[in-house]
């Protein structure tokens, strides 16, 4: 948008990427997003496992980063969101439980106008895959090595 190209008038490419255009998006949107995406730590942050420490301190920072980028949503009480810590891209969205319901019970509630502002926010904020409680052919497995302290 002409808008975002304002805040990077020397990169506006920038504006392709969700960080910076989401801050000027005007429509209600709802995001579903793994905090944790497989593909996004495979070819942004080019790690394709996570076997030693070092690795797995960089997929935690890298999951820290998101929900700072993730801000703008949250400012924005029209906006929903479900957040899963589930490693995966392509989720099965319909088996992602939070609060006691499916993501697309959340999303509906958002649609329909039961949920809004902060209520519509569905953030699973455990470590990779809940911790380890999260099991599905679709979380990729995540072997804790490193301290639960982080």
Request: glycine content about 6%; some cysteine; proline content about 6%.
């Given at each position: 948008?002409?808008?975002?190209?304002?805040?990077?008038?020397?990169?506006?490419w920038l504006c392709f990427m969700s960080p910076r255009m989401?801050?000027?998006?005007?429509?209600?949107?709802?995001?579903?997003?793994?905090?944790?995406?497989?593909?996004?730590?495979?070819?942004?942050?080019?790690?394709?496992?996570?076997?030693?420490?070092?690795?797995?301190?960089?997929?935690?920072?890298?999951?820290?980063?998101?929900?700072?980028?993730?801000?703008?949503?949250?400012?924005?009480?029209?906006?929903?969101?479900?957040?899963?810590?589930?490693?995966?891209?392509?989720?099965?969205?319909?088996?992602?439980?939070?609060?006691?319901?499916?993501?697309?019970?959340?999303?509906?509630?958002?649609?329909?106008?039961?949920?809004?502002?902060?209520?519509?926010?569905?953030?699973?904020?455990?470590?990779?895959?809940?911790?380890?409680?999260?099991?599905?052919?679709?979380?990729?497995?995540?072997?804790?090595?490193?301290?639960?302290?982080?």
């Amino acid at each position: 948008s002409k808008e975002c190209q304002q805040h990077y008038p020397t990169k506006p490419w920038l504006c392709f990427m969700s960080p910076r255009m989401q801050k000027v998006i005007q429509t209600p949107y709802f995001m579903f997003n793994s905090k944790y995406d497989s593909w996004q730590l495979n070819n942004e942050l080019q790690i394709s496992s996570w076997d030693t420490p070092e690795k797995q301190l960089a997929v935690l920072k890298y999951g820290r980063d998101f929900m700072e980028q993730f801000q703008p949503v949250l400012d924005n009480p029209s906006h929903g969101g479900m957040i899963t810590s589930c490693v995966c891209h392509g989720c099965d969205w319909k088996s992602l439980v939070w609060d006691g319901k499916d993501s697309y019970q959340h999303y509906a509630d958002w649609f329909y106008g039961k949920t809004s502002g902060m209520d519509a926010i569905h953030i699973d904020t455990r470590l990779p895959n809940g911790n380890g409680t999260i099991i599905s052919k679709y979380c990729e497995p995540f072997s804790y090595s490193i301290s639960a302290t982080l």
